[in-house]
Structures are given as C-alpha cells and as structure tokens.
C-alpha cells in the first residue's frame, strides 16, 4: 500500500478478520477506528497504537446506536476514507428440522438477527460514511466482505439470503454513489483459517473442502489483506465483488 496515511473505519473489529485487519493497517501507520459490540479480548492494540486507534462500543444491528457512534466517530476524525462493512454472523440451521419427534421450522428471531448483522448493519454504515463523504466533498471507499454462500449453501438460507443481499446492494449502491466519487466493491471470501470457521466446521468436513480447493488449501486472513489493498489501490475497481476461495466456485 502506498504511503498515504488513511483513515481507516472496520466494522466488526473483534472478530478474527476485524482483529487482523485493523492490526495490519495499524502496522502500515494508519489510523484505525473499530466498531463492535464487545472489546477486543486483549488490548494489544490500544497498548501498542494508542495513537492511531479506537475502539467504540457500538450493537451495529441498532440504526440509532450506528447513527450516534457515527457522528461522534465523525466530529473526531471527520469522513473515513476506507470503510470496511466486515461484521458478521455465520448461522447453520436447516429450514425444516425435527425436534421431539415432530417438525420445526427455522427459528425466525434468528434470522432477523443475522440478516440484521450480515446485511442491515453494512447498510446503516454505508448510508451514514457515504453522506459525510459527499457532504465534505472527500472521496471514499467502502468494502462489503461478502461470502460464496452468497450463492446458496445448504443449512444456511439466512446466512446466505444475507450475503447475497451484501453482492446486490454493493452492486446497486455502485451505480449511485459512483458519480459521488465514492467507489465500493465486495470481497468474497471461500473458507479462511480462522477461529470463526474453526469452531462452525468440523475438520472433517474443513478436510473435504481443503482437497475440493484447487489449491488444496483454505485461505488466510493476509489474503484477505491483499484483496482489500486491492481495492484500494486500484481507482477503476468499482460495483464488482471480487471471489477470493482458491478456485473453489470456478
């Protein structure tokens, strides 16, 4: 990444791929604002970045919690920008299951919640970062991390009902934040090693997917890194989501 000092705003920061990204882009010298609804469960970074990074407490599936964190996150460091849409809530349930013998059906009250998490958060944060932007005259980007279940995966219609809302707002927002000179895009990530995927697989099954890759691997958070450098760096990339899964989809 060039030298340019950024400002910097994650959602999700203490998760395993907020931890990772906001840490890595600290290391570069930007400046990093994290948005979650737990701390960090180390305080590393405010130990080792007390100057370029904040923390704020922030339940992103609450439009009026969003709005009142924004503003406050705003009139410190004023329009991000870099915006990353990365908080999230992976959730395996079939639509129909069995339980003492009779049918169930998914549970609704989790399905708003992970739409709410995966989809309606992203947005909140989008609409809120984009009228600073525009309003400031200040150029911007903003990623979506998006998922391949975005395609349809079994046991997990909310999640992926959710992702694929992620890939068509970045598409629709595209064609109307473009001429603003905002740029956004989505990262769709296959299967990474990390925690997160760790403890909603079992390595059975992560083992089937390792030789279903083509390069018989999962993938790492540094490629994350990579794929969001790109799509900052590259001022032409605009409106597409970007598959990063080792070849899995192809």
């Known amino acids: 990444m060039n030298e340019k000092k950024r400002n910097i705003l994650i959602t999700g920061s203490s998760g395993s791929l907020g931890s990772f990204l906001s840490e890595a882009f600290l290391k570069e010298g930007h400046w990093v604002t994290g948005l979650d609804q737990a701390k960090p469960k180390t305080n590393e970074l405010e130990a080792n970045y007390a100057a370029c990074w904040r923390f704020m407490d922030c339940d992103l599936t609450k439009a009026s919690q969003v709005k009142k964190v924004l503003e406050e996150a705003h009139k410190t460091r004023g329009a991000f920008d870099v915006v990353i849409n990365n908080v999230g809530l992976i959730y395996n349930e079939p639509l129909l299951g069995i339980k003492n013998g009779q049918f169930s059906t998914h549970d609704f009250d989790a399905w708003d919640k992970v739409i709410a998490s995966n989809l309606s958060a992203g947005f909140y944060v989008t609409a809120l970062c984009a009228e600073k932007m525009v309003s400031a005259v200040h150029l911007g980007v903003i990623i979506n991390i998006s998922s391949l279940c975005a395609s349809g995966n079994a046991g ?54 390792r030789q279903a890759v083509p390069l018989r691997k999962l993938g790492q958070p540094k490629d994350l890194m990579s794929a969001v450098r790109f799509i900052i760096e590259n001022d032409y990339f605009h409106g597409k989501v970007l598959e990063l899964d080792g070849g899995l989809t192809l």
């Open 156 to 209: 997990q219609s909310a999640y992926s009902a959710a992702k694929a809302g992620v890939n068509a707002m970045t598409v629709a927002l595209s064609k109307e934040l473009g001429a603003l000179g905002i740029r956004i895009a989505a990262i769709s990530p296959g299967y990474l090693d990390t925690a997160s995927t760790h403890a909603h697989m079992e390595e059975k099954q992560l083992e089937h997917i």
